[in-house]
Protein backbone atom coordinates (compact mmCIF):
# COMPACT_ATOMS: atom_id res chain seq x y z
CA UNK A 1 0.00 0.00 0.00
CA UNK A 2 1.37 3.25 -0.59
CA UNK A 3 1.34 5.62 2.14
CA UNK A 4 -0.64 7.81 2.41
CA UNK A 5 2.37 11.15 2.23
CA UNK A 6 4.00 9.79 -0.81
CA UNK A 7 4.65 12.32 -3.62
CA UNK A 8 2.33 9.84 -5.83
CA UNK A 9 -0.43 8.99 -3.29
CA UNK A 10 -3.97 9.68 -4.56
CA UNK A 11 -4.66 11.55 -1.19
CA UNK A 12 -1.82 13.51 -0.76
CA UNK A 13 -3.75 16.51 -1.50
CA UNK A 14 -4.68 17.00 2.67
CA UNK A 15 -7.51 19.41 1.92
CA UNK A 16 -9.59 17.24 -0.99
CA UNK A 17 -9.60 13.90 1.06
CA UNK A 18 -11.83 10.97 -0.45
CA UNK A 19 -15.14 10.22 0.41
CA UNK A 20 -15.58 8.06 3.46
CA UNK A 21 -17.67 4.96 1.34
CA UNK A 22 -18.78 2.80 4.89
CA UNK A 23 -20.15 6.20 6.22
CA UNK A 24 -22.21 7.32 3.57
CA UNK A 25 -23.47 3.62 2.81
CA UNK A 26 -24.21 3.49 6.63
CA UNK A 27 -25.94 6.81 6.53
CA UNK A 28 -27.53 6.50 3.32
CA UNK A 29 -28.68 2.84 2.77
CA UNK A 30 -31.59 2.43 5.49
CA UNK A 31 -34.45 -0.13 5.41
CA UNK A 32 -37.10 1.62 3.88
CA UNK A 33 -35.58 3.96 2.00
CA UNK A 34 -35.05 4.68 -1.64
CA UNK A 35 -30.92 4.70 -1.90
CA UNK A 36 -30.23 0.88 -2.77
CA UNK A 37 -26.63 0.97 -3.45
CA UNK A 38 -23.79 3.08 -3.41
CA UNK A 39 -20.35 2.67 -4.66
CA UNK A 40 -17.72 4.92 -5.26
CA UNK A 41 -15.13 5.03 -7.71
CA UNK A 42 -11.39 6.58 -7.73
CA UNK A 43 -12.40 7.82 -11.72
CA UNK A 44 -14.63 7.01 -14.74
CA UNK A 45 -15.61 8.53 -18.15
CA UNK A 46 -19.02 9.46 -16.82
CA UNK A 47 -20.89 8.48 -14.19
CA UNK A 48 -24.34 8.65 -16.38
CA UNK A 49 -22.91 6.33 -18.81
CA UNK A 50 -21.74 3.85 -16.41
CA UNK A 51 -24.83 3.71 -14.72
CA UNK A 52 -26.80 3.47 -17.85
CA UNK A 53 -24.94 0.72 -19.12
CA UNK A 54 -25.92 -1.50 -15.96
CA UNK A 55 -29.29 -0.27 -15.09
CA UNK A 56 -30.71 -3.26 -16.48
CA UNK A 57 -29.32 -5.15 -13.66
CA UNK A 58 -29.70 -2.52 -10.97
CA UNK A 59 -32.78 -1.20 -8.21
CA UNK A 60 -34.02 1.48 -8.35
CA UNK A 61 -31.99 3.86 -6.14
CA UNK A 62 -28.68 2.60 -7.41
CA UNK A 63 -26.00 5.53 -6.35
CA UNK A 64 -22.61 5.71 -8.64
CA UNK A 65 -20.49 8.47 -7.49
CA UNK A 66 -16.72 9.34 -9.27
CA UNK A 67 -13.91 10.90 -7.52
CA UNK A 68 -12.86 12.66 -10.59
CA UNK A 69 -14.73 11.98 -14.23
CA UNK A 70 -12.57 12.81 -16.90
CA UNK A 71 -15.58 12.52 -19.71
CA UNK A 72 -18.47 14.02 -17.79
CA UNK A 73 -21.09 15.36 -19.99
CA UNK A 74 -23.15 18.30 -19.51
CA UNK A 75 -26.33 19.22 -22.06
CA UNK A 76 -25.58 18.54 -26.13
CA UNK A 77 -22.67 16.33 -24.76
CA UNK A 78 -20.52 19.38 -23.48
CA UNK A 79 -17.85 18.10 -21.22
CA UNK A 80 -17.47 18.38 -17.86
CA UNK A 81 -13.80 18.30 -15.64
CA UNK A 82 -12.42 19.02 -12.68
CA UNK A 83 -9.27 17.71 -10.69
CA UNK A 84 -9.89 14.66 -8.63
CA UNK A 85 -12.04 15.12 -5.22
CA UNK A 86 -12.57 18.85 -5.66
CA UNK A 87 -16.46 18.32 -6.50
CA UNK A 88 -19.40 15.67 -6.25
CA UNK A 89 -20.02 13.93 -9.36
CA UNK A 90 -22.52 11.25 -9.18
CA UNK A 91 -25.92 9.71 -11.34
CA UNK A 92 -28.91 8.01 -9.36
CA UNK A 93 -31.25 5.42 -11.47
CA UNK A 94 -34.68 6.38 -11.12
CA UNK A 95 -37.87 4.32 -12.19
CA UNK A 96 -40.83 6.69 -11.81
CA UNK A 97 -43.17 4.50 -13.53
CA UNK A 98 -46.12 2.73 -13.31
CA UNK A 99 -46.83 5.81 -10.54
CA UNK A 100 -46.39 9.32 -13.41
CA UNK A 101 -47.08 8.92 -16.20
CA UNK A 102 -43.94 9.25 -19.29
CA UNK A 103 -44.90 12.51 -20.28
CA UNK A 104 -43.88 14.05 -17.05
CA UNK A 105 -40.78 12.49 -16.25
CA UNK A 106 -38.98 15.83 -18.12
CA UNK A 107 -39.85 17.43 -14.57
CA UNK A 108 -36.60 15.15 -12.96
CA UNK A 109 -34.06 17.15 -14.05
CA UNK A 110 -35.96 20.59 -12.69
CA UNK A 111 -36.62 18.21 -9.56
CA UNK A 112 -32.69 17.67 -9.19
CA UNK A 113 -32.29 21.48 -9.25
CA UNK A 114 -34.45 21.84 -6.55
CA UNK A 115 -33.60 19.25 -4.34
CA UNK A 116 -29.95 20.90 -4.96
CA UNK A 117 -30.21 23.96 -4.32
CA UNK A 118 -32.74 23.54 -1.08
CA UNK A 119 -30.51 20.35 0.34
CA UNK A 120 -27.30 22.75 -0.28
CA UNK A 121 -28.69 25.84 1.55
CA UNK A 122 -28.87 23.84 4.67
CA UNK A 123 -25.22 21.98 4.43
CA UNK A 124 -23.19 24.67 2.73
CA UNK A 125 -25.15 27.59 3.90
CA UNK A 126 -24.47 29.05 0.54
CA UNK A 127 -27.78 30.73 -1.45
CA UNK A 128 -27.90 28.69 -4.97
CA UNK A 129 -30.20 29.73 -7.82
CA UNK A 130 -31.29 28.04 -10.74
CA UNK A 131 -30.96 28.41 -14.41
CA UNK A 132 -33.55 26.97 -16.66
CA UNK A 133 -33.30 24.17 -17.61
CA UNK A 134 -30.40 22.55 -15.59
CA UNK A 135 -27.63 24.73 -14.50
CA UNK A 136 -27.01 25.60 -10.22
CA UNK A 137 -25.74 29.06 -9.81
CA UNK A 138 -23.98 30.54 -6.93
CA UNK A 139 -22.65 34.46 -6.39
CA UNK A 140 -18.98 34.91 -6.48
CA UNK A 141 -17.77 38.56 -5.42
CA UNK A 142 -21.68 39.49 -6.43
CA UNK A 143 -21.37 37.62 -10.05
CA UNK A 144 -23.39 34.57 -10.93
CA UNK A 145 -21.03 31.70 -11.70
CA UNK A 146 -22.36 27.92 -12.51
CA UNK A 147 -21.39 26.04 -9.71
CA UNK A 148 -23.16 22.77 -10.90
CA UNK A 149 -25.50 21.10 -13.74
CA UNK A 150 -27.91 18.49 -13.84
CA UNK A 151 -28.13 15.93 -16.88
CA UNK A 152 -30.87 13.34 -17.02
CA UNK A 153 -31.29 10.77 -19.70
CA UNK A 154 -33.66 7.69 -20.26
CA UNK A 155 -31.74 4.16 -19.49
CA UNK A 156 -34.01 1.58 -21.62
CA UNK A 157 -37.97 1.93 -21.52
CA UNK A 158 -38.38 2.25 -17.36
CA UNK A 159 -35.69 3.67 -15.91
CA UNK A 160 -33.61 7.85 -16.08
CA UNK A 161 -30.01 8.38 -14.89
CA UNK A 162 -30.05 11.53 -13.38
CA UNK A 163 -26.65 12.85 -13.22
CA UNK A 164 -25.29 16.10 -11.27
CA UNK A 165 -22.02 17.65 -10.84
CA UNK A 166 -20.72 20.05 -8.33
CA UNK A 167 -17.60 22.45 -8.34
CA UNK A 168 -17.02 22.17 -4.25
CA UNK A 169 -13.37 23.11 -3.66
CA UNK A 170 -12.39 24.38 -6.99
CA UNK A 171 -9.55 27.43 -6.66
CA UNK A 172 -9.61 30.87 -9.13
CA UNK A 173 -6.95 29.44 -10.63
CA UNK A 174 -8.03 26.04 -11.72
CA UNK A 175 -12.04 27.15 -12.75
CA UNK A 176 -12.58 26.08 -16.62
CA UNK A 177 -13.94 29.01 -17.76
CA UNK A 178 -14.16 32.39 -16.30
CA UNK A 179 -17.76 31.87 -15.52
CA UNK A 180 -17.12 29.15 -12.95
CA UNK A 181 -17.70 28.87 -9.61
CA UNK A 182 -17.50 26.62 -6.27
CA UNK A 183 -19.00 26.15 -3.07
CA UNK A 184 -15.03 27.05 -2.05
CA UNK A 185 -15.59 30.49 -4.22
CA UNK A 186 -18.95 31.40 -2.71
CA UNK A 187 -18.09 31.23 0.94
CA UNK A 188 -19.92 28.35 1.64
CA UNK A 189 -19.21 27.70 5.68
CA UNK A 190 -19.11 24.31 4.95
CA UNK A 191 -17.05 22.42 1.82
CA UNK A 192 -16.92 18.65 3.73
CA UNK A 193 -17.94 16.54 0.96
CA UNK A 194 -19.22 13.74 3.14
CA UNK A 195 -22.06 15.92 4.38
CA UNK A 196 -22.92 17.57 0.92
CA UNK A 197 -23.39 14.23 -0.86
CA UNK A 198 -25.57 12.91 2.29
CA UNK A 199 -28.05 16.45 2.05
CA UNK A 200 -28.03 16.25 -1.43
CA UNK A 201 -29.28 12.88 -1.71
CA UNK A 202 -31.87 13.08 1.23
CA UNK A 203 -32.95 16.06 -0.34
CA UNK A 204 -33.56 14.48 -4.23
CA UNK A 205 -35.50 11.64 -1.90
CA UNK A 206 -37.34 14.17 -0.42
CA UNK A 207 -38.65 15.40 -3.49
CA UNK A 208 -38.89 12.20 -5.74
CA UNK A 209 -40.77 10.99 -2.78
CA UNK A 210 -43.52 13.88 -3.18
CA UNK A 211 -43.46 14.18 -6.38
CA UNK A 212 -43.87 10.84 -7.71
CA UNK A 213 -46.67 10.27 -4.29
CA UNK A 214 -48.51 13.42 -6.17
CA UNK A 215 -48.46 11.22 -9.82
CA UNK A 216 -45.85 13.53 -11.05
CA UNK A 217 -47.71 16.42 -10.26
CA UNK A 218 -45.46 19.40 -10.43
CA UNK A 219 -48.63 21.93 -9.18
CA UNK A 220 -49.49 19.41 -6.64
CA UNK A 221 -46.47 18.39 -5.11
CA UNK A 222 -44.90 21.89 -4.97
CA UNK A 223 -42.33 21.52 -7.28
CA UNK A 224 -43.44 24.15 -9.93
CA UNK A 225 -43.92 27.11 -7.47
CA UNK A 226 -40.58 25.76 -5.72
CA UNK A 227 -38.33 25.59 -9.19
CA UNK A 228 -40.30 28.91 -10.34
CA UNK A 229 -39.28 30.89 -6.85
CA UNK A 230 -35.59 29.49 -7.27
CA UNK A 231 -35.33 30.50 -11.02
CA UNK A 232 -32.90 32.98 -11.69
CA UNK A 233 -34.30 33.26 -15.74
CA UNK A 234 -37.40 34.42 -14.72
CA UNK A 235 -37.78 37.86 -14.81
CA UNK A 236 -35.05 38.43 -17.05
CA UNK A 237 -34.72 39.30 -21.01
CA UNK A 238 -33.07 36.23 -22.28
CA UNK A 239 -31.78 34.46 -25.60
CA UNK A 240 -33.04 30.94 -26.22
CA UNK A 241 -30.87 29.29 -28.48
CA UNK A 242 -32.32 26.54 -29.94
CA UNK A 243 -31.66 23.39 -32.46
CA UNK A 244 -30.97 23.70 -35.91
CA UNK A 245 -28.97 27.30 -35.17
CA UNK A 246 -32.06 29.09 -34.34
CA UNK A 247 -32.65 31.79 -31.74
CA UNK A 248 -35.66 33.76 -29.77
CA UNK A 249 -34.92 36.72 -27.48
CA UNK A 250 -37.96 37.72 -25.33
CA UNK A 251 -38.71 38.17 -21.38
CA UNK A 252 -38.74 35.01 -19.34
CA UNK A 253 -42.29 35.20 -17.55
CA UNK A 254 -43.57 31.90 -16.25
CA UNK A 255 -43.17 27.54 -15.91
CA UNK A 256 -45.33 26.02 -17.67
CA UNK A 257 -47.12 22.35 -16.46
CA UNK A 258 -44.80 20.53 -18.60
CA UNK A 259 -41.68 22.47 -17.19
CA UNK A 260 -41.33 24.29 -20.36
CA UNK A 261 -39.70 28.20 -20.12
CA UNK A 262 -42.76 30.29 -21.35
CA UNK A 263 -40.90 33.69 -23.10
CA UNK A 264 -42.62 36.67 -24.10
CA UNK A 265 -41.64 37.90 -27.33
CA UNK A 266 -40.94 41.32 -29.22
CA UNK A 267 -44.94 42.21 -30.42
CA UNK A 268 -46.68 40.57 -27.20
CA UNK A 269 -46.68 36.94 -28.73
CA UNK A 270 -45.86 34.30 -26.63
CA UNK A 271 -43.39 30.98 -26.69
CA UNK A 272 -42.78 27.71 -25.26
CA UNK A 273 -39.35 26.68 -24.78
CA UNK A 274 -38.95 23.03 -24.18
CA UNK A 275 -35.00 22.57 -24.62
CA UNK A 276 -32.25 24.62 -25.55
CA UNK A 277 -29.19 26.76 -24.32
CA UNK A 278 -30.60 30.26 -22.11
CA UNK A 279 -28.37 33.17 -22.22
CA UNK A 280 -29.10 35.95 -19.48
CA UNK A 281 -29.07 39.21 -21.48
CA UNK A 282 -30.06 41.48 -18.29
CA UNK A 283 -30.57 41.02 -14.64
CA UNK A 284 -33.76 40.30 -13.45
CA UNK A 285 -35.44 43.19 -11.53
Known sequence: ????????????????????????????LVPGGLWTSLDIVPETGSTNSDLAARAASLEEGAVLVAE??????????????????????FSVLL?????????????????AGVASATGLARAAGVDMSLKWPNDLLVKVGGE??????????????????????????????????PTAGSLALADAISTDRDPLLRALLRSLEQWYGDW??????PARSGLQAAYTAGCATLGRTVRAELPGDRSVTGEAVALDGDGRLVLTTEGGGRQSISAGDIVHLRSAD
Open 144 to 177: ERKTGGILAERAGDDAVVVGIGLNVTLRADELPV
Open 95 to 111: RPGPEVPVERWGWLPLL
Open 1 to 28: MTPQNAPESRWSDLDRPPLNVPALRRAL
Open 212 to 217: RAAGGD
Open 68 to 89: EQTAGRGRLDRSWTSPARSGLF
